[in-house]
Nanobody, 128 residues
Framework: QVQLVESGGGLVQAGGSLRLSCATS????????MGWFRQAPGKEREFVAA????????FYADSMKGRFTISRDSASDTIYLEMNSLKPEDTAVYYC?????????????????????WGQGTQATVSS
């Protein structure tokens, strides 16, 4: 079984930080692009950040760049999303996802429909 399990969400005040984790199991993801997406109530799922597992190349949505940092720990098969300077607009369910990496991760890393595996999500709420 392939599993992506998110954790680390919670309630924080604006300006605070959260560190989300995505524990992977069931297979190796060395040839995958790992992504974080989020979905706010009544909104479409939105790309947040991604990282290629093997090379560590990162991609960010413009609105998150400089505030959020994606990373991976190969020893623990875990993907992280460090979120700083949080705003109420960041309130959403955050999802971890994995995409079989093709020849152009720079093109497809931001596209939710290209991801093969998804976690159940973890809620992050930022109060004003």
């Amino acid at each position: 079984q392939v599993q992506l399990v998110e954790s680390g969400g919670g309630l924080v005040q604006a300006g605070g930080s959260l560190r989300l984790s995505c524990a992977t199991s069931g297979r190796t993801f060395s040839t995958y692009t790992m992504g974080w997406f989020r979905q706010a109530p009544g909104k479409e799922r939105e790309f947040v950040a991604a990282i290629t597992w093997r090379t560590g190349i990162t991609f960010y949505a413009d609105s998150m760049k400089g505030r959020f940092t994606i990373s991976r720990d190969s020893a623990s098969d875990t993907i992280y999303l460090e979120m700083n300077s949080l705003k109420p607009e960041d309130t959403a369910v955050y999802y971890c996802a994995a995409q079989r990496q093709g020849t152009s991760p720079s093109i497809w890393a931001r596209t939710a429909g290209r991801y093969d595996y998804w976690g159940q999500g973890t809620q992050a709420t930022v109060s004003s």
